[in-house]
């Protein structure tokens, strides 16, 4: 059997199962779906969305790109965002990113990694704003960590400057931006203390979150 035979195997196998489970699942996934949360993560293999938090497809909208970010130039991302706030009428955004991000470890060391470079510079970003706070520690690893969660504390401080989400707020529509970073070595989820439901909440998260990091 070659590997992509096996894969048709394997979800033919994961569809009976769910079948066996619930013998309507399909059916009413196909009508329509709900999904509560929007996920913005890294597109790592090693960082699947539904499986990290235990929900079933069809509750999670997911957005994945190199290193989690969001760019407002990036009509990608923007109309995924869009889609899902304005039509999906989601709940809650979360920004995922995780320990040991290859493209966070790329722009930390400076190594070139090809075309994907140039979207890497919104990480070089990150690192040049917060250089002073990240050359605290002579760590590598510490280095790695503390720029893997600054990047998403920025990544989830643009999200909440869109068009799209301040819109949202300003008519009133129930929805809150979350930060969070994935533990590959443990396999947790940690939250970052930047989750902010309003523009003026979006600031002070913001401030509390880099104010949170361990030094």
Same mark, same amino acid.
């Given at each position: 059997?070659?590997?992509?035979? %096996?894969?048709f195997?394997n979800?033919?196998e994961? +569809?009976q &199962?769910l079948s066996?489970? &619930?013998?309507k699942?399909?059916?009413?996934?196909?009508v329509q779906?709900?999904p %509560?949360y929007?996920?913005?993560g890294?597109s790592d293999s090693?960082v699947?969305?539904?499986e990290?938090?235990?929900?079933?497809?069809?509750?999670?909208?997911?957005? *994945?790109?190199?290193a989690?970010?969001?760019?407002h130039?990036?009509?990608?991302?923007?109309s995924?965002?869009q889609? +899902?706030v &304005?039509?999906?009428k989601?709940?809650?955004?979360?920004?995922?990113?995780?320990y040991g991000?290859g493209?966070?470890?790329?722009?930390?060391? /400076?190594d070139?990694v090809?075309?994907? #470079?140039n979207?890497? *510079?919104?990480v070089?970003?990150?690192l040049?704003?917060?250089r002073s706070?990240l050359?605290?520690?002579d760590?590598?690893?510490?280095?790695?960590?503390?720029?893997?969660?600054?990047n998403?504390?920025?990544q989830?401080?643009?999200?909440c400057?869109?068009?799209?989400i301040?819109d +949202?707020? #300003?008519? /009133?529509q129930?929805?809150s931006?979350h930060?969070?970073?994935?533990?590959m070595? #443990?396999?947790?989820?940690?939250?970052?203390?930047?989750?902010?439901?309003?523009t003026?909440e +979006?600031?002070?998260?913001?401030l509390?979150?880099i104010?949170s990091?361990? %030094?």
């Amino acid at each position: 059997m070659s590997k992509i035979e %096996e894969l048709f195997k394997n979800n033919r196998e994961w +569809a009976q &199962d769910l079948s066996a489970k &619930d013998p309507k699942f399909f059916e009413d996934l196909a009508v329509q779906q709900r999904p %509560e949360y929007l996920w913005i993560g890294c597109s790592d293999s090693r960082v699947p969305a539904e499986e990290l938090v235990g929900l079933a497809p069809g509750n999670i909208f997911v957005h *994945r790109n190199v290193a989690n970010v969001i760019v407002h130039t990036d009509f990608n991302s923007l109309s995924v965002i869009q889609f +899902a706030v &304005d039509v999906l009428k989601i709940k809650h955004i979360i920004v995922c990113g995780h320990y040991g991000c290859g493209g966070v470890r790329a722009t930390l060391k /400076g190594d070139r990694v090809g075309l994907a #470079d140039n979207w890497l *510079r919104h990480v070089d970003d990150v690192l040049q704003k917060h250089r002073s706070l990240l050359d605290r520690s002579d760590d590598e690893t510490n280095r790695l960590n503390h720029l893997c969660e600054l990047n998403v504390i920025e990544q989830v401080s643009n999200v909440c400057k869109t068009t799209v989400i301040r819109d +949202a707020w #300003d008519r /009133g529509q129930s929805l809150s931006v979350h930060g969070w970073i994935y533990g590959m070595s #443990d396999g947790l989820l940690r939250d970052l203390n930047a989750s902010a439901s309003s523009t003026e909440e +979006a600031r002070s998260s913001y401030l509390r979150a880099i104010a949170s990091l361990p %030094e």
